[in-house]
């Protein structure tokens, strides 16, 4: 049985290309505590630095037959905890930036660009409603509503009795009521008074 721990960082890397998992477990090692004691020098977290060692045996073994370490296997460890420790920061950089994005958002208040469309959506729907009524009743209802003008203002301006406009204004919001659904007519009649 050969002694890993007799061979060089050389021999040890071209076995690992050749998939031999006792030369992995001798670099793992040969280089474990000095790569965690680097990368706790760098991050000042013990478990960071722990998964930072993992993650980068990790991607040794699994990209083993196609990385470059070339004559110089610790330079090369050094370099992979380094760009991971680095990788790791900007990460972090961009969550940072994102959570404070989001409590930004969140504490902006209400988005007014989706309340105005809905409330435009909800004015279309309704005018839409009113253009519907028969056309001496929707002039009735529009003068009440829009010109805000009385229901004896309306009968003088066209003619007709107060007790006409009365009942047509009774029979505008009847019909608005049930086309529109209780909620949408409590709406109207809320906001549009």
Known sequence: MADYSAYSDSDLTDLLKS???????????RYKFILHHHAWNKIRNKEEAQDTIQEVFSMIWTKRET?????????????????????????KD??????????????????????????????????????????????????????????????EMMGTTEQTVKKQMTNALKVLRTRL???????YYLFYQ
């Open 19 to 29: 998939g031999d998992r006792k030369a992995f477990a001798e670099i793992y090692n």
């Open 181 to 187: 659904g209780l909620p949408l007519f409590i709406l």
């Open 94 to 155: 961009v969550q940072h930036k994102y959570i404070a994005s989001l409590r930004d958002f969140s504490e902006a208040g209400p988005v007014i660009t989706d309340h105005l469309v809905r409330e435009n959506m909800l004015k279309a729907l309704i005018d839409k409603e009113i253009a519907s009524l028969p056309p001496r009743m929707r002039e009735v209802f529009e003068l009440s509503r829009k010109k805000h003008l009385s229901h004896k203002e309306i009968a």
């Open 67 to 91: 990385i470059n370490i070339g004559s110089n296997l610790s330079g090369y460890l050094y370099s992979c905890v380094r760009n991971h420790i680095l990788n790791m920061i900007v990460r």
